[in-house]
């Protein structure tokens, strides 16, 4: 761990001393970052291209980081009942001539609480197929980021790239003791050109490969809990259970994406993604035996127009993401020496998801460090989640209308002040769900965490969220200090506090 | 600007269109994904004038554990997948008692369009002789937390209505695991069963007689265990234990009061006890020939592949073949996550019980797998189910009954059992 915090101030001081500029730079960069037009086409940003548009000035920090969460009843036990995390991190966006260099690496540390039926990391990413028991326990964490990107323009071309690596270590050390060991590497690269006055079109495509090792130990010598193979809405894969404690998830996924946006940041924009993910999960100590596997289709798409005349700006957009996401159970015939044979494969799990939204944005600017903009969205959702055999089934549909107001101002010459307030209001409607597997009492608690689950989404509630940061001038640098606090409530259901502290350097 | 725009938002439109399209939610009522299974049942020669009603053929999926049990000659559509196939009915004879048809297939995969499954019912017809009551071989836990070895145990038991003689009844347990499946050559387990331990009650044919309702106690050491470790229970009274003269100076084997088994065969040169997680199969055998002539002519060597992520190594091993007309009783076990198979023939026990679900499953101490009552007679005897499943007949994960009966530990703190039942579940009056 020394190692990598060391290499991450070694990347922000070396980063400093190239890069510094004075205060006004500075917090002109942070008031771009926290009330920029640029958020309302926030898709385009994830293309490594487009990236060199989001500001024209550059930022650096360096800082460390404090979040966590608390929850006044967990219905859902695979999330936890709350934790907390510390980081260290140092981020740079910085602008030399025509050419725009973007990093980040990112150390944190953190605890998740009472955390049952799942051992495996990144449970949002691989579900339905977790590895899991009754017992749990609380989970500590290790992340690792590492990330990279360059972005250029030659006469009507535009190019850029960006290259980012994650581990991510999990373990317990009580029984059961699970030890999880995440790798990503992410690969992205765009092209495009200048097709109109100043609107480009830029095309991208973007790798992920994926590896989860999973192994559970237990040192207890009399004896051990049972560990199941959750194959989605309470439901497992019963002939496994309590064996294939050493497992692993290999994923890969692709994408491609196409764009036109303007240069300039105001006019019309446009972009859709399409990606695929796969991953298989593979009981290691059965022969590599490929017990399961997830296709998961991705569609995104936004569009929207933004300006800026004198002190006004503003824009509309909508945006849609629609995913298919499919998971199949292979069936062996009788071990043989220990080897299964494939005898086929099922297509047991759908969860095919719709969502939808319209934003409206008006701001206003009246010098470079005076700004304020209020937002409104609304978003619907429809999920259908379905399993096979014993059939059960989740129905969620949702509306979400909410409304934003931040600001940016400087006090004097040496300090300067963000705050953001948002709410939003959740009202399911027709949300309906059956779970079937009623008999299988070891999987009690499992299934209460799925009606948990199913709680927490077909419930009204809320969002309230406030975020405030302060900047004071350090001779050409700027330390800010921000701080975040969010209250999510599900009528009825749990009340859940996210916060997070932050204290960096800007430069 | 305009063409380009265009092109964006035609490809805007297919991508979603495309994804709209997409197969949706998966449901039941799609019989599309089920497969169409036929039935061919060839039925055994029946008494003339014999009936036989009820049938039922039960897919038990591997996969999900989920069970579906249909009439045969209904229309029997099931996921595609791996199953356990199970055939039961009665067969109704004028003047004759009513007895059970049963079939049992195992791994049938069906994956096609339409599959095909045989069945080759047999008759179950009573033994007429001592049954397995119990099986206790997950053993009792010090109060350090630590397992106690030594005090496992089994019971037999008269579920006739008249005298039955146990001498030269022989106890035996399977070589085979029913955890490890390997394609063993030659396969004998249609004639035969593998063995790898043999003690035989001694007497001269009328020495130990066990009444109707009576229990016959055998076990491994027949001593106070209490002394040693105070979870344990007192096994002095048992009637018989087996013992072995073990040729390693550090495994004491203390001969208690019990006579001893005789000791026919065991494939350790140390002391022979029950596997301790219950993966294999014990039974009672009357071998109708001597142990010298036993020992000579019925040895099985067998060959098999060792697979291995490093290759596959040809291996061959010994050990003894029980033929199937002379087992009395047997009872096959395992855990559910571990189960590979049967190490017997369907028509000895076509099912398997256990103590725990999965391999060193810590709540197994204790626990003993009964059988289960059946009903219990006007004069007061127990009448048991025997049925040659052992996952219908027995009861898994009970508190075993010498606990109950003397009061003793049922988990490491020592916690003392209160009530005292005649199969694990139905409490004695």
């Known amino acids: ?450 009606r948990g689950t199913f709680e927490l989404n077909s419930r009204s509630g809320s969002k309230i969220r406030l975020e405030i940061g302060v900047a004071r001038a350090l001779g050409k640098y700027a330390l800010r200090l921000s701080g975040e606090w969010q209250l999510t409530t599900v009528k009825g259901v749990s009340n859940r506090n996210d916060y997070a502290v932050s204290l960096a350097l800007n430069f | 600007m305009k063409k380009s725009t265009l092109k964006i938002l035609f490809l805007t439109l297919t991508c979603v269109l495309t994804l709209a399209a997409c197969d949706d939610p998966l449901t039941t009522s799609d019989t599309a994904r089920l497969t169409a299974v036929i039935i061919d049942i060839s039925l055994p020669d029946l008494p003339e004038g014999a009936e036989v009603a009820d049938e039922r053929v039960t897919f038990s999926n591997l996969n999900s554990g989920q069970s579906s049990t249909f009439l045969p000659d209904a229309g029997i559509s099931v996921l595609p997948g791996v199953y356990d196939v199970s055939y039961s009915a009665r067969v109704f004879t004028p003047g004759a008692a009513t007895t059970n048809l049963r079939a049992n297939v195992q791994s049938v995969s069906i994956s096609s369009a339409t599959a095909r499954v045989e069945l080759n019912p047999y008759n179950c017809i009573d033994s007429d002789d001592l049954i397995i009551a119990e099986i206790f071989f997950a053993g009792t836990l010090q109060p350090s937390g630590n397992s106690y070895i030594g005090d496992d145990y089994i019971k037999l038991y008269n579920n006739t209505d008249h005298t039955i003689y146990a001498d030269g009844l022989t106890l035996f347990e399977s070589k085979f695991l029913t955890t490890r499946k390997y394609a063993y050559s030659p396969d004998i387990m249609a004639e035969a069963m593998t063995v790898q331990a043999l003690y035989t009650i001694p007497g001269s044919g009328k020495d130990v007689a066990v009444e109707p309702g009576e229990y016959l106690l055998l076990a491994d050491t027949g001593i106070d265990h209490r002394v040693a470790n105070p979870n344990s229970f007192d096994l002095s009274g048992a009637d018989f234990e087996w013992f072995d003269q073990s040729t390693v100076p550090t495994m004491l084997d203390i001969d208690g009061v019990p006579a001893n088994l005789d000791k026919w065969y065991c494939y350790t040169n140390s002391v022979f006890m029950l596997h301790n997680r219950g993966f294999r199969a014990v039974g009672i055998a009357r071998i109708p020939v001597d142990r010298t002539h036993y020992l000579e002519n019925y040895k099985y060597d067998y060959e098999y592949d060792e697979v291995t992520v490093a290759g596959t190594f040809p291996m061959s091993q010994s050990a003894y073949r029980l033929p199937n007309e002379w087992i009395v009783d047997v009872v096959n076990c395992s855990v559910a996550s571990e189960y590979a198979w049967q190490v017997t023939a369907s028509s000895l026990d076509c099912g398997w019980t256990a103590c725990g679900t999965i391999d060193k499953d810590k709540t197994r101490f204790f626990h003993s797998v009964r059988r289960k009552l059946l009903y219990v007679a006007a004069n007061g005897r127990a009448v048991f189910a025997d049925t040659n499943n052992s996952s219908a007949d027995f009861n898994g994960n009970c508190i075993a009954s010498e606990i109950e009966l003397q009061h003793t530990a049922t988990d490491v703190n020592g916690t003392p059992a209160t009530s005292i039942t005649y199969d694990g579940a139905i409490p004695r009056l």
């Open chain 1, 1 to 450: 761990m020394k190692l990598q915090i060391t290499a991450i101030l070694f990347i922000a001081c070396t980063v400093a001393g190239v890069s510094a500029a004075d205060f006004t730079s500075v917090a002109e960069a942070i008031a771009e970052e926290q009330t920029g037009l640029w958020q309302l086409a926030d898709r385009a940003f994830e293309n490594p291209a487009i990236t060199a548009w989001k500001s024209n000035l550059s930022l650096t920090k360096a800082g460390a980081d404090f979040n966590g969460t608390a929850t006044d009843n967990a219905v859902d036990p695979r999330s936890g009942s709350g934790g907390r995390e510390w980081g260290l991190f140092a981020s740079t966006y910085t602008k030399y001539r025509s050419s725009t260099l973007t990093g980040r690496g990112e150390y944190s540390s953190g605890i998740t609480r009472d955390v049952r039926w799942n051992e495996t990391a990144d449970p949002g990413l691989l579900y339905p197929y977790l590895l899991a028991d009754s017992a749990g326990g609380d989970l500590r964490t290790e992340n690792y980021r590492f990330s990279g990107g360059y972005a250029d323009q030659r006469g009507r071309w535009v190019w850029g790239g960006r290259l980012g690596y994650r581990a991510t270590l999990q373990h317990r050390a009580v029984d059961p003791r699970p030890r999880n060991v995440v790798g990503q590497l992410d690969i992205s690269a765009a092209g495009g050109f200048n097709f109109v006055k100043d609107y480009y079109a830029v095309a991208g495509l973007s790798l992920m490969k994926y590896k989860q090792t999973n192994e559970v130990e237990f040192l207890n010598e009399t004896g051990v809990d049972k560990i199941f193979h959750l194959t989605g809405l309470g439901n497992h894969y019963s002939r496994f259970d309590g064996v294939g404690l050493s497992t692993y998830y290999s994923g890969f996924s692709a994408g491609i994406d196409l764009y036109i946006y303007p240069a300039s940041g105001q006019g019309f924009f446009a972009s859709t993604q399409f990606k695929r993910f796969n991953f298989t999960n593979v009981l290691t100590d059965l022969n590599k035996l490929p017990l399961t596997g997830v296709n998961h289709r991705q569609f995104t798409a936004q569009t929207g127009w933004m300006f800026e005349r004198g002190a006004l700006n503003g824009g509309v957009a909508g945006d849609v993401d629609i995913y298919r996401r499919h998971g199949h159970e292979n069936y062996f015939g009788d071990a043989t020496s220990g080897i299964y044979p494939l005898s086929g494969s099922n297509e047991m799990y759908a969860d095919n998801r719709v969502n939808a939204g319209l934003t409206a944005r008006m701001g206003l600017k009246t010098a470079p460090l005076k700004r304020i903009f209020a937002q409104v969205d609304i978003n619907w959702q429809h999920q259908s989640i379905v399993y096979l055999l014993p059939y059960s089934f989740m129905d969620l549909n949702s509306v979400e209308p909410s409304l934003k107001v931040a600001g940016v101002s400087n006090i004097g010459k040496s300090w300067i002040f963000n705050g953001t307030c948002s709410a939003s209001f959740i009202i399911p409607y027709d949300c309906t769900a059956e779970f079937s597997n009623d008999a299988d009492t070891e999987l009690g608690g499992l299934l209460d965490a799925e």
